[in-house]
């Protein structure tokens, strides 16, 4: 399969790390991720069920991406609702739920950062959605897993300016840390409490990966070329997952993003 973006193929590694009955906790504004876990229980894990901090619901129904009516899916289809502090502190580390977070900043053991750049806490030179509940979750959680759209220098750094979620270090008591990461280039796991590279994408060269990456890598003795997506899996995701391709919008900045954005809107009728 050659015809296929960027995003798809994250999509789909995505959806390839999810396991048939597991309960998949989706963050606020990450199509990528969703688009994934949709496309996991169309094809190999029926039984998937999903809650979200949208609405703040559990269920195993679903419905396509959305940007407008994103609510929808959530408020109408979840078979229960919950607080976010009942959720995140009771419900899902009682059921082991599977979560991809996306950092701002991620160091080479797996600590990474949602609060802000730059050292003053109260002047930032860039203040970021915060930390929600990854500070709880990522200290017990035996399935964190993070992905990155536009690996940079910016995101993969040596030191974090704060820290929001806990790595593979020294003072962890319980949990596993992170175990896998992808990017727009490459699949990433942690060995010995470093990350590694599992997997290049098509056309992508180590040295790109790690010209882009602000620490040092370790790599996988038998490194190899990331496996494409189906022809099922492409059509899935464009006919019936994702057909108005918000999960694009995680991979565009600037004029680009907006007008997708107000295409998207449109198509939906939701001005």
Request: proline content about 6%.
């Amino acid at each position: 399969m050659t015809d296929y973006s960027i995003d798809e193929l994250i999509s789909v590694c995505i959806s390839r790390q999810v396991e048939d009955g597991e309960l998949l906790a989706q963050g606020i504004n990450t199509p990528l991720v969703m688009a994934g876990f949709i496309l996991a229980k169309l094809t190999h894990a029926p039984r998937a069920c999903f809650s979200s901090a949208i609405g703040q619901g559990l269920g195993q129904d679903w419905a396509p991406l959305s940007v407008g009516r994103v609510e929808d899916l959530w408020l109408g289809k979840a078979q229960i609702h919950f607080g976010f502090v009942a959720g995140a502190a009771d419900l899902l580390p009682a059921y082991a739920t599977k979560e991809f977070f996306r950092p701002a900043q991620v160091d080479a053991h797996g600590n990474f950062n949602n609060i802000a750049f730059g050292s003053d806490y109260k002047h930032p030179r860039m203040r970021l959605p915060g930390s929600g509940g990854i500070p709880d979750v990522t200290v017990f959680s035996e399935h964190i897993h993070l992905y990155v759209p536009r690996h940079s220098r910016v995101t993969f750094v040596e030191t974090l300016d704060f820290r929001s979620g806990l790595g593979h270090m020294p003072e962890r008591k319980r949990g596993a840390g992170v175990r896998y990461l992808i990017s727009d280039l490459g699949q990433f796991n942690w060995f010995e409490g470093r990350m590694r590279v599992t997997s290049l994408h098509a056309g992508v060269t180590l040295e790109q990966v790690q010209k882009k990456t602000g620490f040092d890598l370790r790599v996988l003795p038998d490194l190899a070329e990331t496996p494409p997506p189906t022809a099922e899996e492409v059509r899935l995701l464009r006919e019936v997952v994702d057909p108005l391709g918000v999960r694009k919008l995680e991979l565009l900045g600037g004029s680009a993003r907006k007008d997708l954005l107000r295409e998207i809107l449109e198509r939906e009728n939701a001005y």
